[in-house]
């Protein structure tokens, strides 16, 4: 799933639009279901969170 993730980010970026990806090495898929047993999870979400603040800022 990383490399089809690590083409599609790239993929997009060479199509001109926005794109982030974070690697959280040494997690398991869907690590931020298991909020708040791993402390990356948490650090994870909060991520998540300002990437879609920033995403739908001015937006109604």
Known sequence: MRDDAE??????AAAG???VLEVWDEQPHVFQAF????????SSIDRIGAF?????????
């Open 7 to 12: 083409r599609l980010a790239h993929e997009l």
């Open 35 to 42: 909020a708040p047993l791993i402390p990356e999870a948490i």
């Open 52 to 60: 879609l603040r920033r995403a739908f800022a001015g937006r109604s």
């Open 17 to 19: 639009a926005s794109c």
